[in-house]
């Protein structure tokens, strides 16, 4: 069972536009919800996470945004940059179980 | 700093034989994790380990894979033997938790398995 539907699979963006990578879930219970980043190779990174108790949080060019009736949030990547291209991975996990849920992955390529 | 260290990167076997990958991980961190990675899919968790017990192995195929971590640092995930479906990235994460968890977990680079 997917519990953290994420999507697109890939995304293309011109160097200096907006990268918007989405992700829904099905289980209400869950109260963490991070992104991580990994470039080829590598294991992934944590880049910021969002707790429910607030609906959008920012660092850098890099903005979660949370919707907590619809089960939904999303990854904002602001004046993007050819370095951003990676893998987005969006994760959701309840705090008691120390499991993250992991979606299936945004391929993003930034041109120059 | 040191990161997670992973080892072997890569390995090749063919099916029905064994193999065991080795994780160090970040000095201090309580929590170890292994999660295994198919080719375009996010990581699936395996295995955690609360210093050197194992708390939650729900989601290991016990009939042919085994993990340990041995007083509590560096961690052995083997699978004997291996079939065709293993072929994957096994990645090995850690993190400090003191009570709550923290959600932000350090990963190794990963040792690819690919099984003839």
């Known amino acids: 069972q997917q519990q953290v539907k994420q999507s697109p699979q890939s995304l293309i963006v011109q160097k200096g536009g907006i990268s918007i990578i989405n992700c829904a879930y099905e289980n209400t219970a869950f109260d963490y919800f991070p992104w991580y980043q990994q470039f080829p190779g590598k294991g992934p990174a944590l880049l910021i996470a969002?707790?429910?108790?607030?609906s959008e949080k920012k660092e850098g060019r890099f903005t979660i945004s949370f919707n907590k009736s619809a089960k939904q949030f999303s990854l904002h990547i602001m004046d993007s940059q050819p370095g951003d291209s990676a893998t987005y991975f969006c994760?959701?996990?309840?705090?008691?179980?120390?499991?993250?849920?992991f979606g299936s992955g945004t391929r993003l390529l930034v041109r120059p | 700093e040191a990161g997670v260290v992973q080892s072997p990167r890569y390995k090749i076997i063919e099916k029905k034989q064994p193999v065991a990958f080795w994780c160090n991980p970040i000095s201090g961190h309580n929590t170890l994790y292994w999660y295994r990675q198919n080719l375009g899919q996010g990581p699936e968790l395996l295995i955690r380990y609360e210093n050197e017990e194992a708390v939650d192995d729900s989601q290991l195929p016990k009939d042919r894979f085994s993990a340990e971590r041995l007083k509590g640092v560096d961690s052995t995930l083997k699978i004997q033997p291996a079939e065709l479906g293993d072929s994957a990235v096994y990645l090995c994460?850690?993190?400090?938790?003191?009570?709550?968890?923290?959600?932000?977990?350090?990963f190794g680079e990963g040792s690819r398995l690919t099984v003839l």
């Open positions: 994460a850690s993190s400090l938790d003191r009570g709550r968890f923290t959600g932000e977990l350090f």
């Open positions: 969002i707790r429910p108790d607030v």
């Open positions: 994760a959701a996990s309840k705090d008691s179980s120390y499991k993250l849920i």
